[in-house]
Nanobody
Framework: QVQLVESGGGLVQAGGSLRLSCAAS????????MRWYLQAPGKQREWIAR???????NYAGSVKGRFTISRDNAKNTVHLQMNSLRPEDTAVYYC????????????????WGQGTQVTVSS
C-alpha cells in the first residue's frame, strides 16, 4: 500500500517562509511526476507546482518566483519551499504523485496525500 504524507505546514506571518515536505512510502517501484496543489477555504483545489522525474519544473503564475519545488529521488520525497508568503496563500496544501508498484511496474497510478494546513497572517 502506498502512502503520501505531507509535513511542514503551520502558521507564519506575511513575508515569511515555510518548507513543505511529502514522503512517499510503501511498495513503490518508480515515481513519475510529483505535484503540489492548494485548496483555499470555500474554493476548489488548484494546481501550483509540478516536478517531473527528470527534475524539470512548472509553476502556476500565482506562485512563480516565490515557491520552489524540488525532489529527492533517493528518499521518495518532494519539497515545496515557499517564500514571500501572503495571506492569500492560506490553504490546505496537498501532495500528488504518479507511482507504480509491484507487480504492475509499468502502470502509473495517481495518489494524494492527506494535506497540511498553511496559514499566513497579515
Amino acid at each position: 500500500q502506498v502512502q503520501l504524507v505531507e509535513s511542514g505546514g503551520g502558521l507564519v506571518q506575511a513575508g515569511g517562509s515555510l518548507r513543505l515536505s511529502c514522503a512517499a512510502s510503501g511498495s513503490i517501484f518508480s515515481i513519475g511526476a510529483m505535484r503540489w496543489y492548494l485548496q483555499a477555504p470555500g474554493k476548489q483545489r488548484e494546481w501550483i507546482a509540478r516536478i517531473a522525474s527528470d527534475g524539470s519544473t512548472n509553476y502556476a503564475g500565482s506562485v512563480k518566483g516565490r515557491f520552489t519545488i524540488s525532489r529527492d529521488n533517493a528518499k521518495n520525497t518532494v519539497h515545496l519551499q515557499m517564500n514571500s508568503l501572503r495571506p492569500e496563500d492560506t490553504a490546505v496544501y496537498y501532495c500528488n504523485a504518479d507511482l507504480s508498484s509491484p507487480p504492475l511496474t509499468t502502470t502509473m497510478r495517481n495518489y494524494w496525500g492527506q494535506g497540511t494546513q498553511v496559514t499566513v497572517s497579515s
